[in-house]
């Protein structure tokens, strides 16, 4: 907290001319294309003994058969639960005595494993890496105990509405289209995956043709590259066809989905509809525009229905970017008794932003905000191995991050005005989500549109997405 604070001070006061010299220089990157197709980005940085390293297997949670959602998820997890001649607890003792970190899990587009371990450790790295992506084991033992651990992970998660708020709003903004699908799931899904599938969908899935691999730290690139050759060179294209999510189309017309949950004394809502894509070329101006409206302390919607009317501990908004646009929504969550006067003012605030745009004062102050913190999210060798595999997997280049701060500073009001009346919906064109007690928030979930009504401790798929597909 007082280092935000600290930020806060800062970036609010430091002029725009002072800002303007903030960009950054990520380290010099050599990308390689093997013959198999997989792609190698390779960043030289010896600040510490250490080397982090970004894998992406591209497909993701698309690549989930209908009914079978959380399976990309599941076959990820699995990767660290047996690979080539090592056990799941001598990989964890390896990984332990060595002090390195290692994570995998699925996002809605691509797979991935993140690393980082000493520069003495290279050897281990890059044999436990090789290992997990073309010699795991998919023990049945552990296949049995992950999924039990992942349905009983999403059950746990019902305890708190906030959790699943994003999912929720996800699934039924967009019901119909691969974006909608939770990544993780649900417990009907998850309970009816097999060994079997992961099997198939690891040989369907896994390949050369998939891998996108940056590594950055304490290394010589070019015998690196040497290294990363012999490991995955020769490793076989994916079989399956790579899935690409079609374009989806904005939602017209107002629609509530109320998700009841008897005990809840509060109701978490959930106001949005379609955004934005990654490439967007007015990702900028949104960058600004959503800073503004919801991205922090002093932001639009935290300032009326937190700060001046008390309403919430918080409220915000945000935007789901992909290879092709996600929901822009606002969040929040209110007492029981407070529903309708917390979603009318979030509403009404909205509006009032699509009408009014930002002031100089506003403008000038998000842009210092948004450049002060940009270096931040690359100070460490982990956060640049991440960036670098994300930008190779979108397909933007590495000047989105060392120009981003100029690129910033060359907008005005008027442009993210325009941009913003684009991208934000306006209110005859917004789905809500309430979670919260139906039998006492039913009438103010009706003064917002057609409502669709369901249990909260029902598996999500199976009610919010096919509730929504069958309106």
């Given at each position: 907290?007082?280092?935000?604070?600290?930020?806060?001070?800062?970036?609010?006061?430091?002029?725009?001319?002072?800002?303007?010299?903030?960009?950054i220089?990520?380290?010099?990157?050599?990308?390689?294309?093997?013959p198999?197709?997989?792609?190698?980005i390779?960043?030289?940085?010896?600040?510490?003994?250490?080397?982090?390293?970004?894998?992406?297997?591209?497909?993701g949670?698309?690549?989930?058969?209908?009914?079978?959602e959380?399976?990309?998820?599941?076959?990820a997890?699995?990767?660290?639960?047996?690979?080539g001649?090592?056990?799941?607890?001598?990989?964890?003792?390896?990984?332990?005595?060595?002090?390195?970190?290692l994570?995998?899990?699925?996002?809605?587009?691509?797979?991935?494993?993140?690393?980082?371990?000493?520069?003495?450790d290279?050897?281990?790295?890059?044999?436990?890496?090789?290992?997990?992506l073309?010699?795991p084991?998919?023990?049945?033992?552990?296949?049995?105990?992950?999924?039990?651990?992942?349905?009983?992970?999403?059950?746990?998660?019902?305890?708190?509405?906030?959790?699943?708020?994003?999912?929720?709003?996800?699934?039924?903004?967009?019901?119909?289209?691969?974006?909608?699908?939770?990544?993780?799931?649900?417990?009907?899904?998850?309970e009816?995956?097999?060994?079997?599938?992961?099997?198939?969908?690891?040989?369907?899935?896994?390949?050369?043709?998939?891998?996108?691999?940056?590594?950055?730290?304490?290394?010589?690139?070019?015998?690196?590259?040497?290294?990363?050759?012999?490991?995955?060179g020769?490793?076989?294209?994916?079989?399956?066809?790579?899935?690409?999510?079609?374009?989806?189309?904005?939602?017209?017309?107002?629609?509530?989905?109320?998700?009841?949950?008897?005990?809840?004394?509060?109701?978490?809502?959930?106001?949005?509809?379609?955004?934005?894509?990654?490439?967007d070329?007015?990702?900028?101006?949104?960058?600004?525009a959503?800073?503004?409206?919801?991205?922090?302390?002093?932001?639009?919607?935290?300032t009326?229905?937190?700060?001046?009317?008390?309403?919430?501990?918080?409220?915000?908004?945000?935007?789901l970017?992909?290879?092709?646009?996600?929901?822009?929504?606002?969040?929040?969550?209110?007492?029981?008794?407070s529903?309708?006067?917390?979603?009318?003012?979030?509403?009404?605030?909205?509006?009032?932003?699509?009408?009014?745009?930002?002031?100089?004062?506003?403008?000038?102050?998000?842009?210092?905000?948004?450049?002060?913190?940009?270096?931040?999210?690359?100070?460490?060798?982990?956060?640049?191995a991440?960036?670098?595999?994300?930008?190779?997997?979108?397909?933007?280049?590495?000047?989105?991050?060392?120009?981003?701060?100029?690129?910033?500073?060359?907008?005005?009001?008027?442009?993210?005005?325009?941009?913003?009346?684009?991208?934000?919906?306006?209110?005859?064109?917004l789905?809500?989500v309430?979670?919260?007690?139906?039998?006492?928030?039913?009438?103010?979930?009706?003064?917002?549109?057609?409502?669709?009504?369901?249990?909260?401790?029902?598996?999500?798929?199976?009610?919010?997405?096919r509730?929504?597909?069958?309106?």
């Amino acid at each position: 907290m007082k280092r935000l604070a600290l930020l806060l001070a800062i970036t609010l006061s430091v002029p725009v001319a002072a800002s303007r010299a903030a960009d950054i220089q990520l380290p010099p990157t050599r990308t390689v294309t093997l013959p198999n197709g997989a792609r190698l980005i390779l960043a030289e940085k010896r600040e510490v003994p250490l080397i982090s390293f970004s894998a992406y297997l591209q497909g993701g949670a698309l690549t989930d058969p209908e009914g079978k959602e959380g399976l990309a998820a599941l076959t990820a997890e699995m990767l660290r639960k047996g690979a080539g001649k090592r056990s799941a607890q001598q990989i964890a003792y390896e990984l332990d005595t060595s002090g390195a970190v290692l994570g995998m899990g699925a996002g809605v587009e691509v797979t991935w494993i993140s690393g980082e371990f000493l520069a003495r450790d290279e050897g281990l790295m890059v044999d436990l890496l090789r290992n997990m992506l073309r010699n795991p084991t998919f023990p049945d033992s552990e296949f049995v105990k992950l999924k039990q651990q992942s349905i009983d992970a999403l059950k746990s998660e019902k305890d708190d509405p906030n959790n699943l708020l994003t999912e929720y709003g996800t699934a039924f903004a967009m019901a119909g289209h691969p974006y909608a699908n939770p990544v993780e799931g649900d417990e009907k899904t998850l309970e009816r995956i097999t060994r079997e599938d992961v099997l198939a969908a690891y040989r369907a899935h896994y390949g050369g043709d998939r891998l996108i691999l940056s590594i950055v730290g304490d290394f010589e690139p070019k015998r690196m590259e040497g290294v990363l050759r012999r490991a995955f060179g020769d490793w076989a294209r994916a079989p399956g066809t790579r899935p690409v999510a079609p374009a989806p189309a904005r939602a017209r017309g107002k629609r509530v989905l109320l998700v009841d949950k008897p005990d809840a004394t509060q109701t978490y809502f959930w106001i949005g509809n379609l955004g934005i894509s990654r490439k967007d070329p007015d990702r900028d101006a949104v960058d600004i525009a959503n800073t503004a409206l919801g991205g922090r302390y002093t932001s639009f919607l935290n300032t009326a229905l937190r700060i001046q009317s008390g309403l919430t501990y918080g409220a915000r908004s945000r935007t789901l970017r992909l290879i092709e646009p996600g929901p822009v929504a606002i969040t929040s969550y209110t007492k029981t008794e407070s529903t309708q006067r917390a979603i009318d003012l979030a509403v009404e605030t909205l509006e009032r932003f699509r009408k009014t745009g930002l002031d100089s004062l506003t403008m000038t102050s998000v842009q210092n905000y948004l450049s002060g913190l940009h270096p931040t999210n690359y100070e460490t060798s982990d956060q640049i191995a991440s960036i670098l595999a994300g930008l190779a997997h979108i397909g933007l280049p590495v000047t989105e991050i060392t120009e981003y701060t100029g690129r910033l500073l060359a907008l005005d009001s008027a442009k993210v005005h325009t941009v913003l009346r684009r991208v934000y919906p306006a209110r005859e064109d917004l789905a809500f989500v309430l979670i919260g007690n139906a039998s006492e928030i039913r009438p103010v979930a009706k003064r917002y549109g057609e409502v669709i009504e369901i249990r909260f401790d029902q598996p999500l798929i199976d009610t919010v997405s096919r509730a929504a597909k069958t309106r």
